[in-house]
Structures are given as structure tokens and as C-alpha cells.
């Protein structure tokens, strides 16, 4: 099973769940530091503030990238180094560090994937709203352009949010993210608001010269309980009307109309049954839908639901009244995730047949298990076959004519897992926090062969 001939292969990971050096180089304060500092909302009580040490230790995590034969990574910028307030100058301590980094990933051959924004606004702008205030929508787009100027001569694929579902939904629907928000109509707010960002940075940055430009969603396949192992399976009408309802909450509301200019009808009736759609101004969709070059996905799992006349809507999924949300019947990872991957090749070319013209990426793709160090080894064989099984799938797309460019694993190294704190492992390096000693797992040895053979 070999890969296109220019098919690129890396990994990936976000500044709060690696860097630590929280208060180093006049970084400001960001929500997840305010967040995961309150009691009751990460496991164990863990915080970023040391996180891997990523901050200091970054040429030696290159130095393992490299040795990986990684040919592409995707790390974030944290908001709070370049702006510590969210607004004003570029704090020129905080823009060196990402400087140093681009400069070693490219004397080892490895092409930087810049993402700007994964999730740790500056606490400044929350105070102000965060997401549910327009106005952060133009301090985003500010603060694209300071981080083009000073790494746009060498970095060439840029993403502006990763996953704004997440960003807009755990964040202001169901509080389990910072800033910890649990109000329905503030989530949509925060949505659009993200997508305006997107657009207004999307435009400045190409305004700037951005060769490749692209935008991180987290999607799944919606599929009924029948159609998760059986896909000829057909659904009755409601419960059809149920999937497509939620694949439009999750996915056409950020695809659509950065892709197309407008909202599909199950968003703006979500929004209408939730504070309303007086935030979407008139020439919103036009700087929304600034042309980008690749849509990357994010997949881990289906999203698994059925027609349930009755039921509220779930906290995270305004505009989910009557619908069913169910655990799939397989196999699942540390998170409690179930483990469907002819899902990644079910979501790829149904999003590609819905938005033509762009290029496709799997940005992140993995899973936690509970990893045991046995005489300093890793026998991770479940990732192993977990990452796998996602690949060869990854291959059917291709061979179904998707235009999928490449695969970045989630992730480089164990982090800090957000809600669930150190207490869940995504990396194909093991991180012994106590001592900050990595080792590359046995999924790292794998995926260093996939690499060099271009394939299984
Ligand atoms: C993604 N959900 O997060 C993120 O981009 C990563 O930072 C994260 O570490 C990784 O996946 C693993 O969780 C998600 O609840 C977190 O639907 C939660 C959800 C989806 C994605």
C-alpha cells in the first residue's frame, strides 16, 4: 500500500499542551492557564505550567523528529507570547522562540505547519468576552499578521484555527474547556465569531503573500448505531434527518461557509432557537468564504446518534433537540473513543465530493492508551494497529480519487490532554514527566518505516 509520491508524512501537537515556561519571555496569561488553575476542571488538577518542557527542550525534540524521519510537523504559536494582552506589539521574546524552532526544523528538513490559533486565547480578551465579542475576531486577524511578518519568509503552509467546534462548543456550550462558558447562545456567538476570525486572517495573511493556507476541523462521520459496522445499512427517515442534523451542527457549519458563503439551514435555526442570528452581519459569509487553499481533518471516532423524540439538546450541540447521542458498538481507546477507522475513509470522500477545489490533510490522527515503560520500551501494539487501521484507510481514499495530501499523527509526544490532564497518552514518544525523558514508543519505530517505505 504506497502513498503518492509526494505524500507528506509528520506529526503534530498545540503550544499549551507542550511548551511549559508559562510566565517565561513575557508570555501573558492565557484562558487554559486560568482554566486548568481552578479547581474541578482538569483531572488530578494537573496545569500546563510545565507541560514537556517543549519551550526549553525544543532542538532536542527536533533532533527526535528528524530521527523519526519526520517530513512535516504542526505545532502551534501561543497567542499570549506574541501578544501577552491580546493586542498592541508583538512582544519580540515571544516571536524568537518560534523563530528558533522554524530555523531547526529546517536544517532538519522539516517543513514547519503553522497553526495559529489552538485554543489558549489571551485571559485579556476573554475579560472582554473571548469568542463571543466581535471584536476578537479582528485582534485574531492583528495577531495573524505579526506572526506572517516574522515567519512568513519561511514557513509556507499556515492554519488559522484548529478546530473551532471545539473551540466554541466545549468552550461556551458544555464549559468542559476554558473558558469554562455553559450558555447555548453564546456557543453559536463564539462560532461565528471564530469563523469571521478565520476569514479576516485568512485574507490578511494571503494579502501578505501566505502560499498555502488552510483551516483544522475536527469531523466525523455521523452514522446510525446500524451503520457503524455495517455501512449498507440504511437508515428510516428520522433518523436520517438526525445525522444529517448533527453532521451540519459539526461540520457544515464551519465547512460551509468558509467553502461556500453561507450557513446551512440547520445552523441558522439552531442560532434562531438560541439568542437568535443578529451576530452574523450582512458581508460576513463574503470575508468568511476567503478562498483557502486545504481543509484539515481532525479524526479520532464517529459521532454515533439516532432520532430521539423528546430529548434536550445536548449541552455541546445547540440545535440537537430530539436526537439520540450513542456509544458505538466497538472496540475503544483510553478515552472510551470507539475504534472505527473505515470512518476516516467514509469522512473523506463524502467531504470532498461536498467541497470540491481544495485539497485535503489529515492533521490529526491517534490515540491514548494506557502505555506501560517495560526496560525502556514501549510495547504500544494496540496504537500500532490503531494508527494502522486509519492508514490503510487513508489509502482507500486515495485510491477513491480524494486529494489527500498527507498524514500528521496525534501526536509527537504524551501532553497535556486538556480536560483529562497527563492522565491520557497520545504520543508515539512516551514522556516521563518527572524526568522529562522521551521514548519513542514502538508505534514510533512503525510509523519511522511507514515513513521510509511511503506506505504499509
Ligand atoms: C483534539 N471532543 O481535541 C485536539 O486538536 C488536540 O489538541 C487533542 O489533544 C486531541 O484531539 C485528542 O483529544 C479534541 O470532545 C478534544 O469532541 C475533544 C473533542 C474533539 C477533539
Redo the contacts with the bound molecule.
Keep these: 500500500m504506497i502513498f503518492p509520491e509526494d505524500f507528506v508524512w509528520g506529526a503534530?501537537t498545540?503550544s499549551y499542551?507542550i511548551e511549559g515556561a508559562v510566565k517565561e519571555d513575557g508570555r501573558g496569561q492565557s484562558i487554559w492557564d486560568t482554566f486548568s488553575h481552578s479547581p474541578g476542571n482538569v483531572a488530578n488538577g494537573d496545569t500546563g505550567d510545565m507541560a514537556c518542557d517543549h519551550y526549553h527542550r525544543y532542538a532536542d525534540d527536533v533532533e527526535l523528529m528528524r530521527e523519526l524521519r519526520l517530513a512535516a510537523y504542526r505545532f502551534s504559536v501561543a497567542w499570549p507570547r506574541i501578544q501577552p494582552d491580546g493586542s498592541g506589539p508583538a512582544n519580540p521574546r515571544g516571536l524568537a522562540f518560534y523563530d528558533r524552532l522554524v530555523d531547526r526544523l529546517l536544517a532538519a528538513e522539516i517543513s514547519p505547519y503553522v497553526t495559529l490559533y489552538?485554543?489558549d486565547l489571551p485571559q485579556a480578551l476573554q475579560e472582554r468576552g473571548g469568542w463571543t465579542d466581535r471584536d476578537t475576531a479582528h485582534r485574531f486577524a492583528e495577531y495573524a499578521a505579526a506572526v506572517y511578518d516574522r515567519l512568513g519568509d519561511r514557513v509556507r503552509h499556515w492554519a488559522t484555527l484548529?478546530?473551532p467546534?471545539?473551540s466554541a462548543f466545549?468552550g461556551y456550550g458544555n464549559g468542559?474547556?476554558a473558558p469554562g462558558r455553559r450558555d447555548p447562545g453564546e456557543a453559536m456567538r463564539a462560532a461565528h465569531h471564530l469563523l469571521l476570525g478565520h476569514g479576516l486572517a485568512a485574507a490578511r495573511l494571503r494579502e501578505l503573500g501566505a502560499p498555502h493556507l488552510m483551516l483544522?476541523v475536527?469531523s466525523a462521520p455521523v452514522l446510525t448505531p446500524a451503520q457503524v459496522n455495517d455501512p449498507s445499512a440504511t437508515p428510516g427517515e428520522a433518523d436520517a434527518a438526525a445525522t444529517e442534523r448533527v453532521h451540519a451542527l459539526l461540520t457544515g457549519q464551519f465547512l460551509d461557509p468558509v467553502i461556500h458563503g453561507r450557513y446551512p439551514e440547520q445552523v441558522l435555526e439552531a442560532a434562531r432557537r438560541n439568542g437568535g442570528t443578529g451576530h452574523i452581519h450582512d458581508g460576513d459569509l463574503e470575508i468568511i468564504a476567503t478562498p483557502i487553499d486545504q481543509i484539515g481533518i481532525?479524526y479520532?471516532n464517529p459521532c454515533v446518534v439516532e432520532a430521539s423524540p423528546g430529548q434536550p439538546a445536548d449541552a455541546?450541540w445547540p440545535g440537537s433537540e430530539d436526537v439520540g447521542f450513542r456509544g458505538a458498538d466497538a472496540p475503544t481507546t483510553a478515552?472510551g473513543w470507539p475504534i472505527v477507522p473505515d470512518g476516516l475513509s467514509r469522512l473523506l470522500v463524502r467531504l470532498s465530493g461536498d467541497y470540491p477545489g481544495v485539497s485535503f490533510m489529515v492533521t490529526?490522527n491517534?490515540a491514548?492508551f494506557d502505555d506501560v515503560v517495560e526496560n525502556g520500551r514501549v510495547h504500544d501494539t494496540d496504537r500500532v494497529s490503531y494508527l494502522e487501521g486509519h492508514l490503510r484507510e487513508a489509502h482507500r481514499a486515495v485510491e477513491a480519487g480524494v486529494d489527500l495530501r498527507g498524514y500528521l499523527v496525534?501526536?509527537l509526544l504524551d501532553?497535556f490532554?486538556?480536560a483529562?490532564g497527563y492522565s491520557?497518552r497520545?504520543g508515539i514518544v512516551h514522556v516521563d514527566y518527572a524526568t522529562q525523558v522521551r521514548v519513542p514508543k514502538d508505534s514510533a519505530l512503525w510509523f519511522r518505516d511507514v515513513i521510509v517505505r511511503n506506505g504499509l
Design positions: 503534530a498545540a499542551q489552538h485554543w484548529n478546530e467546534w471545539v466545549l468542559v474547556h483544522v475536527n481532525n479520532y455541546a478515552m490529526e491517534g491514548a496525534w501526536s501532553n490532554e486538556w483529562e491520557r497520545f
